[in-house]
């Protein structure tokens, strides 16, 4: 009829972008020969040259049927194709729809993200014994999340290589369902972490040496009390 538009047949308009971070990733179905693989080591100071190390290790063998995302952040940057120092928040949001298998450092903000997006994340916690972290946080994160199987915790090079070539053969070994409804609640307890180990870390810096306690005038050379 003149005069009249179909409403129904007009494209919807673009979701809202707080609205559209929601949903769960939305993967690229065109098929592929290469198993995406992104790796995240955030962006904390520290270097972690071990992560990098095993995995162009690992990627010498497995060549061409891997497509790598590496954001190396502060470590040195691999001779690895892909390798990036950082990603933006939404370039990161986009690697992780896109990637079939994401292996990250035990960040939980970097955790949280990969899971929403339907990810089991592979996880390499940083060392502080290394250098590659103040504290043993990541650790003792990554093993608790590990063994409640929300992770899948590699501590040593044998483990992440075993890891990367099961989900090579299977990337569904390390997919979950991902869950948009919880985000808020898990990005609260994410950040109530955070600001617990960043009070105990304050703590520590603050907190005198014991040895001062003995730092004081030589008792003997007072008379008798």
């Excluded at 990637?99 to 994340?121: F, K, M, Q, S, W």
């Amino acid at each position: 009829m003149s005069g009249e538009t179909d409403t129904s047949r007009r494209p919807q308009p673009p979701q809202p972008a707080a609205e559209s971070a929601r949903l769960p990733r939305q993967r690229d179905t065109t098929p592929s020969t290469q198993t995406r693989l992104l790796v995240a080591v955030g962006t904390d100071k520290h270097p972690f040259d071990r992560l990098v190390d095993w995995l162009a290790q690992w990627h010498a063998h497995a060549g061409g049927a891997v497509g790598l995302t590496v954001q190396h952040g502060h470590t040195k940057a691999p001779q690895l194709p892909g390798a990036v120092p950082f990603l933006g928040h939404d370039a990161l949001q986009q690697a992780m729809a896109d990637a079939d298998l994401v292996v990250c450092h035990g960040g939980p903000a970097t955790i949280l993200e990969a899971r929403r997006h339907g990810h089991l994340p592979i996880v390499v916690p940083r060392d502080p014994a290394r250098g590659e972290h103040v504290d043993d946080h990541q650790q003792l994160f990554g093993r608790r999340l590990g063994a409640a199987g929300l992770v899948a915790l590699c501590e040593t090079r044998e483990q992440l290589h075993d890891a990367l070539a099961a989900g090579q053969a299977d990337a569904s070994r390390y997919a979950v369902a991902a869950d948009p409804g919880a985000h808020e609640a898990r990005r609260a307890a994410v950040a109530r972490v955070g600001q617990i180990v960043e009070d105990l870390v304050a703590r520590s810096v603050r907190r005198p040496p014991r040895w001062r306690a003995w730092a004081r005038p030589d008792r003997r050379t007072e008379g008798p009390r």
